[in-house]
């Protein structure tokens, strides 16, 4: 699995990149924490971004393409990856397309956490109070100043990702702002939806808070059972995406209804659309 977590900082790109790490056994590619180790570590690369990352700038886009470009090569990379913090501009995002291509990689989501921008403040605040009381050392760009000029950055030039990865279809958008269980849950829903991912890893996730959600049965019947019959598909598509096209087996080649579907039921009423679903499913 092949995927980028889109967002801007304390939308919990990091946070959902771990979980993803824990339960599908691929890595987190973070350039922010790569940087951070480059500074720590004074090479070459450390020293020439230590100032602009500490002032909440972003560092030429050939640096950190070299350092993705070298970090896929790892035999790690190979069963799979998240990308958390890159690409973050268009350029980036263009040169990505050029590396996945020569690599043979294919790239099977972006999922943006879409957040309300006012509590990011607050978010980041509670972070640094939290690792102040761990005793753990603070970002020097977690301050109120330097968060202001990185949310600026990730409007005008992260934010147009948005546009670039909606259009090539790859873009599901995720409620940020749920609770910390929630999004998991929605990802995985979705990643289960489009093919990603077996529907048994996205039943792990509902079993473990003893949730009921009705996506998760018919996935995995219709991921096993597609092409059997329309109805067998259009079971799955509805309980995985509320919606009435694809099926996991199809998304992988058009993921067109699929995202769209994911998309449009991330608006924050998980619960509704569950027993919305659970009805729809009763009348089938
Ligand atoms: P955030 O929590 O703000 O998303 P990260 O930990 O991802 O921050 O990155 C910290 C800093 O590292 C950024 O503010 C930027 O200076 C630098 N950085 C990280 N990734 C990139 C990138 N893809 N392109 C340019 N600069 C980057």
């Given at each position: 699995m092949r995927l980028i977590l889109l967002g801007p900082p304390g939308s919990g790109k990091g946070t959902q990149a771990q979980r993803l790490v824990h339960r599908h056994g691929i890595v987190q590619l973070s350039t922010g924490e790569m940087l951070r180790a480059a500074v720590a570590a004074q090479t070459p690369v450390g020293l020439k971004a230590k100032d602009i990352m500490a002032s909440g700038g972003l560092v030429p886009d050939d640096m950190v393409i070299g350092i993705i470009s070298d970090r896929l090569?790892?035999?790690?990379?190979a069963k799979g990856f998240i990308l958390d913090g890159f690409p973050r501009t268009v350029p980036q995002a263009e040169a990505l397309d050029e590396l996945l291509k020569k690599k043979h990689m294919r790239l099977d989501a972006v999922i943006e956490l879409r957040v309300n921008e006012s509590a990011l403040l607050q978010r980041v605040e509670t972070r640094v109070a939290e690792m102040r009381a761990r005793g753990e050392e603070v970002r020097i760009d977690d301050t109120q100043e330097v968060l202001t000029k990185r949310l600026a950055s990730y409007r005008t030039l992260t934010e147009p990702l948005i546009h670039y990865y909606s259009e090539r279809r790859k873009l599901l958008t995720v409620d940020g702002m749920m609770t910390i269980e929630h999004v998991t849950r929605e990802i995985s829903r979705i990643l289960t939806a489009i093919g990603a991912v077996e529907a048994k890893a996205a039943k792990k996730v509902g079993a473990a808070k003893g949730a009921k959600s009705s996506a998760k049965p018919a996935a995995r019947k219709t991921s096993k059972s597609a092409g059997k019959g329309p109805g067998a598909s259009k079971k799955t598509a509805r309980a995985s995406l509320k919606a009435g096209k694809p099926v996991p087996q199809r998304a992988k080649k058009s993921l067109r209804g699929a995202l769209a579907s994911a998309k449009a039921r991330t608006a924050a009423k998980p619960r509704k659309t569950v027993k919305k679903v659970t009805k729809k499913r009763a009348k089938a």
């Open positions: 090569d790892q035999p790690d990379a």
